[in-house]
T-cell receptor, first 114, second 114 residues
Framework: DQQVKQNSPSLSVQEGRISILNCDYT??????FLWYKKYPAEGPTFLIS?????DKNEDGRFTVFLNKSAKHLSLHIVPSQPGDSAVYFC?????????????FGKGTKLTVNP | DGGITQSPKYLFRKEGQNVTLSCEQN?????MYWYRQDPGQGLRLIYY???????QKGDIAEGYSVSREKKESFPLTVTSAQKNPTAFYLC?????????????FGPGTRLTVT
């Protein structure tokens, strides 16, 4: 049973436009959400996170939106750059349980075309 | 420089042999994790440890073993009982900073078993 779902395996956008990556979750205990970026044959790198007490968090070109009622979050990248081409993983954690376990989605491969 | 190191980058073994993957961190993080990544599967948790001399099974622990004798080190042994050991293995660490559950990843080890 997949608790974190990234339903789009891939996304292609033009340089300079907005990239929107989506993530849905099923576990209502999740209260902390993260996005990671991963290049081939490398470890993921942390991008941005959001706590369930917020509905938006912004860091430069990256903004994460959280809709708790819909159990949905999205990552917006504006403007998209060719260097943003990578696989993006959504991850969630139920922090109140005292565990730091993260549950990852399967990832969305973003391609930004020049 | 602080970080997580995994060695070697590429590892080849014959079927039936146990193999140990190294993971070292100098970030002074309490928690460490092992994931494997397979094509289209995202990151799946094998084992994690929140404190020295203690560790818990993740979602796919069968055929793997770990030890946590030192805070800095969390080696993973892939045993001959693991049915599909060929994968990209990622080690991560994290520290609880008041609800900030970011995990930092090493560069990964690609294990090929033939």
């Amino acid at each position: 049973d997949q608790q974190v779902k990234q339903n789009s395996p891939s996304l292609s956008v033009q340089e300079g436009r907005i990239s929107i990556l989506n993530c849905d979750y099923t576990n209502s205990m999740f209260d902390y959400f993260l996005w990671y970026k991963k290049y081939p044959a490398e470890g993921p790198t942390f991008l941005i996170s959001i706590s369930s007490i917020k509905d938006k968090n912004e860091d430069g070109r990256f903004t994460v939106f959280l809709n708790k009622s819909a159990k949905h979050l999205s990552l917006h990248i504006v403007p998209s750059q060719p260097g943003d081409s990578a696989v993006y993983f959504c991850a969630a954690s139920a922090t109140q349980g005292g565990s730091e376990k993260l549950v990852f989605g399967k990832g969305t491969k973003l391609t930004v075309n020049p | 420089d602080g970080g997580i190191t995994q060695s070697p980058k590429y590892l080849f073994r014959k079927e039936g042999q146990n193999v140990t993957l190294s993971c070292e961190q100098n970030l002074n993080h309490d928690a460490m994790y092992w994931y494997r990544q397979d094509p289209g599967q995202g990151l799946r948790l094998i084992y994690y440890s929140q404190i020295v001399n203690d560790f818990q099974k993740g979602d796919i622990a069968e055929g793997y073993s770990v030890s946590r004798e030192k805070k800095e080190s969390f080696p993973l042994t892939v045993t001959s009982a693991q049915k599909n050991p060929t994968a990209f293995y990622l080690c991560a660490s994290s520290i609880d900073t008041g609800g900030n559950y970011e995990q930092y990843f090493g560069p990964g080890t690609r294990l090929t078993v033939t």
